[in-house]
């Protein structure tokens, strides 16, 4: 059974920075992406980047210019978040997410609230 394993969150203040990172473990096969969504409080999840198993990466416009997705190339079932210059609006639970062939997994989230 894969699990996935988040860590990094917490209070950052506005402008501040901080590195989101997930572990997979457990038997993975055929991972094609892995990645990084959250929810705001009232609101719906959604996409904050991914990460393909060849390396391209895909950003939601509000993250863009802020956000950068990586991943541990030697095992490649890690996946990081680095985000700079955090707005009051990041303020959500930040979910890990694995895309297999033959399944798709979820971290249990991660909080991560920006305010002053």
């Known amino acids: 059974q894969v699990q996935l394993v988040e860590s990094g969150g917490g209070l950052v203040q506005p402008g501040g920075s901080l590195r989101l990172s997930c572990v997979a473990s457990?038997?993975?096969?055929?991972?094609?992406?892995m990645g990084w969504y959250r929810q705001a409080p009232g609101k719906e999840r959604e996409l904050v980047a991914t990460?393909?198993?060849?390396?391209?990466?895909?950003y939601a416009d509000s993250v863009k210019d802020r956000a950068t997705i990586s991943r541990d190339d030697n095992a490649k079932n890690s996946v990081y978040l680095q985000m700079n210059a955090l707005k009051p609006e990041d303020t959500a639970v930040y979910y890990c997410?694995?895309?297999?062939?033959?399944?798709?997994?979820w971290g249990q989230g991660t909080l991560v609230t920006v305010s002053s």
């Open positions: 990460i393909s198993s060849g390396g391209s990466t895909n």
């Open positions: 457990g038997n993975i096969f055929g991972i094609s992406a």
């Open positions: 997410n694995l895309k297999a062939i033959f399944e798709e997994v």
